[in-house]
């Protein structure tokens, strides 16, 4: 179509609409034809009342410069023939159905839109859109009709071998509407050959054949087609009256790569020879196009198979039955196989089943896998129909293989992280997880659901005294068989909970050490007790004991490293296998005895008189200190009996005291005690 020469040139500057007009040229040897349309419906309407100019520019040859020659009207005003001036170009004076179409499209009085004030502006646009693009198919089809719609025109006053330079100018006038002109060079010598269309491709049907040629190579060089048709190869028809056109309005793969042509046949399988010829713009033909020889074929496929039905009829084998009603030319059946039931069927035999049988039994069935069947009929020609597939189900009591490799670990958010090695069987639907806080008690259900990989996050409290928690796995097939439960995983809670603390009881306190008692820990993660100690004047705890759990409630710790006279503080703390500590309770605070000087008592005598023991010593020990004097009777302990100023005592003897025994120890005056002197007996 001479539409398709180039697109439309329409933009908006000022708030002026500019539109273009597009020609095409012919040297032949009776004249130079021209061709030519406005761009869009509204230049075509108005150039239709204004009418065309025509200029050209006349060149002795190719060689010539521009400067030598000048534009000359050769065609002051070019409009549509006067309607009276068609009638003997048009039917039924003529045959010519174009002519008729581009009349009716200029003069027709039946616009349906033109008088109606209530009409959009769309609905207008719409119906000139359709005046516009018949008027311009009729100039492409028919030469007269192109000559009568004022968008031909023949130079005849040609010399041979000169170029000419033709400018067509719209001569409609408008303050918001511009037509710019368009120019083209001819050489007159030149002639254009007329290409032969080529058919690409032609495809088989079910009682139809599909011709396909591309557009890209041809609608450049022509607006239609005639598709003819023959028997023999020799008597051609032609199967379109009217010159066919392509179906741009069809967006599919074929229409717009392909002009598509769909012949229906008689019948299947036989042959028909096919050629097209193009139609130009000029409204020539082209020679017919290189002939294809092809036939429709068989393509409805026999009632598909219905009621399709798989049963076990023994450990792996399962029968496969169906109804069909038959036909002339059903060749048989075929029966697929897949384990999934929308894809991947494979047959499962070479030859076809034949067409009175409805029934095949499938051997060595996967059991471990679900089985799905389809049946297919075929036919003599390879069509195929399908049916609806089943399942075959197989009776499966063989429970999977016990889970191994179950391990896993706990993070200090309390996710639990587990694996275990995925089971071999085809068949594994999933697993199922159960956790228990002691190895001996019942295990519970983790998951309410199968889980479907090997691998499974719990979450678990860890603020808690059971310091385990204890998982199973149990692998689950799709026909809800259950292995047995897996050996129990272990794993061990983070500590968060420090240990209880140890508890002071008492001290003891004597000359060289200081003897501590405590309770431990009645936490039963707790390793040991450690025992800490610093001075009044020190503010850093020292580590002076660590004393690994016993199962004894209590424990106890001798100082004897405490010095004398000196203020410490204690206290004890509970660590557990996790590294957590326990508060200190409370401590201890502990003066130790100070250090007693040695006793200054030399030649320490007793003499008796009578009833009367009389003690003396020597000492070098200020005046004003004192003496106390300590007895111990019958080997029992030493009391203080009596104080003396001077280095001698005198004491009195009851008839039942036997086995006396005296120490003396030395006051001084700022009331430090010196040590016992060494004892002496009676």
Do not use: C
């Not at 025509?54 to 409009?79: C, H, T, Y």
């Not at 639907?429 to 309410?448: C, E, K, L, P, R």
């Not at 799709?478 to 292995?483: G, R, T, V």
């Amino acid at each position: 179509m001479l539409t398709l020469w180039s697109q439309a040139n329409i933009h908006a500057q000022n708030d002026e609409i500019v539109s273009s007009i597009h020609v095409i040229a012919k040297a032949t040897d009776t004249g130079i034809i021209l061709r030519w349309l406005p761009s869009e419906p509204l230049a075509w309407y108005l150039s239709l009342q204004a009418g065309y100019k025509i200029e050209r520019m006349e060149l002795l040859n190719a060689k010539a410069s521009l400067a030598d020659g000048k534009f000359m009207e050769v065609m002051p005003i070019l409009k549509p023939w006067p309607l009276d001036a068609w009638q003997p170009i048009s039917p039924p004076i003529t045959s010519d159905q174009n002519v008729a179409v581009a009349a009716q499209m200029i003069y027709g009085k039946n616009w349906k839109y033109q008088n109606d004030k209530k009409a959009s502006f769309i609905a207008k646009g719409e119906e000139l859109k359709n005046r516009f693009s018949f008027n311009l198919l009729a100039a492409d089809l028919s030469a007269n009709a192109a000559t009568a719609s004022g968008l031909r025109w023949v130079d005849k006053n040609v010399k041979p071998g000169h170029v000419y330079i033709y400018k067509i100018t719209s001569l409609a006038k408008s303050t918001l509407f511009t037509i710019t002109p368009a120019s083209i060079v001819v050489h007159e010598k030149v002639r254009m050959i007329i290409p032969t269309p080529e058919i690409n491709h032609i495809n088989q049907g079910d009682r139809v054949v599909h011709l396909r040629w591309e557009k890209i190579k041809h609608q450049a060089d022509f607006s239609a087609y005639f598709i003819e048709r023959s028997s023999d190869g020799k008597q051609y028809a032609r199967l379109n009256k009217t010159p066919y056109l392509s179906d741009d309005f069809k967006q599919d793969s074929f229409s717009t790569e392909y002009f598509v042509y769909q012949d229906s046949t008689e019948s299947n399988y036989k042959k028909y020879h096919y050629r097209i010829i193009g139609i130009t713009p000029f409204a020539e033909y082209s020679l017919p196009s290189k002939i294809f020889i092809q036939n429709s074929v068989d393509k409805t496929p026999p009632e598909a198979a219905s009621q399709v039905r798989a049963t076990q009829i023994g450990p792996d084998k399962i029968k496969i039955e169906w109804n069909h009603t038959g036909a002339a030319d059903l060749k048989g059946f075929f029966v697929g196989h897949s384990f999934d039931p929308i894809s991947d069927y494979s047959v499962l035999h070479l030859n076809p089943v034949p067409p009175g049988q409805h029934f095949y039994i499938h051997d060595s069935v996967n059991t471990l896998r679900a089985n799905h069947y389809i049946v297919a009929a075929v036919d003599t020609a390879g069509n195929a129909s399908y049916s609806l597939n089943t399942y075959g189900h197989l009776i499966d009591s063989m429970p999977p293989a016990i889970p191994t490799g179950l391990k896993g670990k706990i993070d200090t958010n309390g996710r639990v992280y587990l694996t275990w090695n995925a089971n071999k069987e085809p068949d594994i639907m999933g697993y199922a997880i159960q956790f228990s806080n002691d190895s001996s008690h019942v295990f519970a259900v983790v998951t309410n659901k199968p889980v479907l990989t090997n691998s499974y996050t719990d979450t678990i409290m860890i603020r808690t005294l059971t310091e385990r928690i204890y998982y199973k796995v149990v692998a689950i097939d799709k026909n809800f068989n259950y292995s047995d439960l897996s050996p129990f995983l272990a794993l061990q809670r983070p500590d968060v909970i420090a240990p209880s603390a140890p508890l002071f009881t008492e001290y003891k306190r004597d000359t060289n050490s200081i003897t501590l008692y405590w309770l431990n820990s009645t936490s039963k993660d707790v390793v040991k007790h450690n025992l800490y100690r610093k001075t009044e004047n020190n503010s850093l705890w020292t580590l002076i004991e660590s004393q690994l759990k016993n199962k004894s409630l209590s424990s106890s710790f001798i100082d004897k490293k405490a010095e004398h006279g000196i203020l410490y503080e204690y206290k004890i703390i509970a660590q557990d296998d996790a590294g957590q500590f326990s508060n200190s309770a409370f401590t201890y605070k502990i003066m130790t005895t100070p250090k007693n000087t040695p006793a200054d008592i030399k030649n320490f005598e007793i003499k008796t008189e009578g009833n009367k023991a009389i003690l003396s010593w020597i000492s070098s020990a200020p005046t004003n200190a004192q003496y106390i004097i300590y007895r111990a009777i019958d080997q029992g302990p030493y009391v203080a009996i009596d104080k003396s100023s001077i280095p001698s005592f005198t004491d009195i003897i009851k008839e039942n005291q036997k086995k006396i025994a005296y120490r003396i120890r030395i006051k001084y005056p700022d009331g430090k005690l010196s040590d016992y002197s060494p004892l002496k007996q009676l």
